[in-house]
């Protein structure tokens, strides 16, 4: 792609893919946990366990369908990614419904959590398929640093819009994120409601992307042949060391992506509480995290800033550094009369999550290149795929983090008022601040030691642009 022809219009209908791809995910990891946990009531240990099958479907589906789409023949029209990207939109929409929808009223949890598993596993099969597809067009479409970066301020530009899009929904139909008891029933349809605006949002902002925001080269036969199954895909991915440094730092930031905004709703409710809370303390929540996403959007350019300036290698480890001084206020704010600092502290998360958004997929785009310098093809869906199934098993070490301080808490079995709220304080506020600090600093430490940057990077881009086929 030459550089006249990356136009407003290009990056702009790209960037519509954070629609389809954030406001799906952050819905679903901001609220799925609270519904069924606090008010679908299905128990602890079923929770745990639906959580760790779901994770180890994650870790075959998301190489299983990197693979499948690196060894798709281009379809004309249809592309190759092009083709996934179209037969997986309204499934994952329809998914977002009926993961709010549990079809019969009854005591049997073991029901509900066969439904529950279900609903997530198939819509962790289509967004998957969206997302590996739209990832690898990335680096496809836009070959070189400076499109990368430019494009990537509309993506997460965007993504930051979808974001805010996923605390305001819930936030203007959902009364209580925790309802009472007597309050369920009501919980149960708003939340419906809610799965139901996102998915036709989701739909109708879909099509401009799908129909004119996606150009795929035909690929050449000798192209496709140097593709790899899924077992090479396992094979070259993990023994590429660049990668594999790269994919624990991601890991470590999902990690922080998955547990915080499925702790918050119940970290306010339980640590800073309040009359607010008494009668629904969506409000306060939705306000926070709205915050968060706006500061997060107006972050942007000063990450690109700091992108070029030092590097996206040492930007992205100052990001991880700030996001470690952001988290430790929680550990220091109790009660009502923090309800504005808990606003405030919510709110500068937004820093730090615009640079991992913004880094990440500059960074993993530089690896992949890296690889298709040295083998001759960009195999972009089977890197992605990988990093997914790396990274998506931090789910499973998020929950095992939330089982096992539940379990110190008194919420072992299913979620009640705790006898002792003090133990629930210090227990929330564990999950919120010391796991994911633990998490950060594991991050900081593989990117110490990962090395393609400075002259190595320059000398590897050189060598792309000298390939005729990759440039």
């Known amino acids: 792609m030459s550089e006249e022809k990356l136009t407003f219009k290009k990056k702009f209908l790209f960037g519509l893919s954070a629609f389809p791809d954030q406001l799906t995910y952050q819905i679903f990891q901001f609220l799925i946990f609270t519904f069924y946990f606090t008010v679908v009531k299905i128990p602890m240990p079923l929770m745990v366990i639906t959580y760790v099958l779901w994770g180890i479907w994650n870790a075959v589906n998301d190489p299983m369908l990197g693979a499948l789409s690196e060894r798709t023949k281009h379809r004309g029209k249809w592309g190759k990614r092009k083709f996934y990207l179209i037969i997986s939109i309204i499934p994952l929409c329809v998914m977002v419904i009926l993961m709010f929808y549990v079809p019969f009223n009854t005591s049997d949890k073991m029901l509900e959590f066969i439904y529950f598993l279900s609903t997530i596993v198939i819509f962790e099969f289509f967004y998957t398929m969206f997302d590996v597809n739209v990832n690898a067009l990335f680096p496809e479409m836009f070959p070189n640093e400076k499109q990368r970066a430019a494009t990537n301020l509309f993506i997460k530009g965007l993504t930051v819009v979808a974001l805010i899009l996923s605390s305001l929904i819930p936030m203007i139909i959902i009364s209580d994120y925790v309802p009472k008891t007597a309050l369920i029933p009501q919980a149960k349809n708003e939340y419906l409601t809610m799965a139901i605006v996102v998915a036709v949002f989701t739909f109708i902002i879909s099509i401009p992307f799908l129909l004119?925001?996606?150009?795929?080269?035909?690929?050449?036969?000798?192209?496709?042949?140097?593709?790899?199954?899924?077992?090479?895909?396992?094979?070259?991915?993990?023994?590429?060391?660049?990668?594999?440094?790269?994919?624990?730092?991601?890991?470590?930031?999902?990690?922080?992506?998955?547990?915080?905004?499925?702790?918050?709703?119940?970290?306010?409710?339980?640590?800073?509480?309040?009359?607010?809370?008494?009668?629904?303390?969506?409000?306060?929540?939705?306000?926070?995290?709205?915050?968060?996403?706006?500061?997060?959007?107006?972050?942007?350019?000063?990450?690109?800033?700091?992108?070029?300036?030092?590097?996206?290698?040492?930007?992205?480890?100052?990001?991880?550094?700030?996001?470690?001084?952001?988290?430790?206020?929680?550990?220091?704010?109790?009660?009502?009369?923090?309800?504005?600092?808990?606003?405030?502290?919510?709110?500068?998360?937004?820093?730090?999550?615009?640079?991992?958004?913004?880094?990440?997929?500059?960074?993993?785009?530089?690896?992949?290149?890296?690889?298709?310098?040295?083998?001759?093809?960009?195999?972009?869906?089977?890197?992605?795929?990988?990093?997914?199934?790396?990274?998506?098993?931090?789910?499973?070490?998020?929950?095992?983090?939330?089982?096992?301080?539940?379990?110190?808490?008194?919420?072992?079995?299913?979620?009640?008022?705790?006898?002792?709220?003090?133990?629930?304080?210090?227990?929330?506020?564990?999950?919120?601040?010391?796991?994911?600090?633990?998490?950060l600093i594991i991050g900081l430490l593989a990117m110490k030691s990962y090395s393609l940057h400075g002259e190595k990077l320059k000398h590897m881009r050189e060598e792309l642009r000298i390939i005729p086929n990759l440039k």
């Not at 094979?235 to 499925?262: D, E, G, H, Q, R």
């Not at 093809?377 to 096992?404: C, D, E, M, P």
């Open 212 to 439: 004119k925001g996606i150009e795929e080269k035909v690929e050449m036969a000798e192209d496709f042949e140097k593709r790899p199954s899924f077992f090479q895909s396992m094979k070259i991915t993990l023994t590429n060391k660049t990668f594999v440094k790269f994919v624990v730092a991601n890991t470590a930031v999902w990690y922080c992506f998955s547990i915080l905004p499925l702790i918050i709703p119940i970290y306010a409710e339980h640590v800073i509480g309040g009359p607010v809370f008494e009668e629904g303390g969506s409000l306060i929540v939705g306000i926070a995290l709205m915050l968060a996403f706006i500061i997060a959007a107006l972050a942007l350019p000063i990450h690109k800033k700091l992108g070029f300036k030092y590097g996206m290698r040492n930007a992205f480890m100052i990001t991880l550094g700030i996001w470690l001084c952001t988290l430790f206020p929680f550990l220091f704010i109790t009660g009502e009369e923090f309800q504005i600092a808990f606003i405030l502290l919510v709110a500068l998360q937004g820093f730090p999550l615009s640079g991992a958004l913004f880094y990440v997929d500059i960074l993993h785009s530089d690896v992949i290149d890296e690889d298709a310098v040295k083998f001759g093809v960009k195999r972009s869906a089977s890197f992605y795929g990988i990093n997914a199934f790396i990274h998506r098993i931090s789910i499973i070490f998020v929950i095992l983090t939330i089982g096992f301080m539940f379990g110190n808490i008194g919420w072992d079995k299913e979620y009640v008022l705790p006898a002792d709220p003090n133990l629930a304080i210090l227990g929330l506020k564990a999950i919120m601040v010391v796991f994911p600090s633990i998490a």
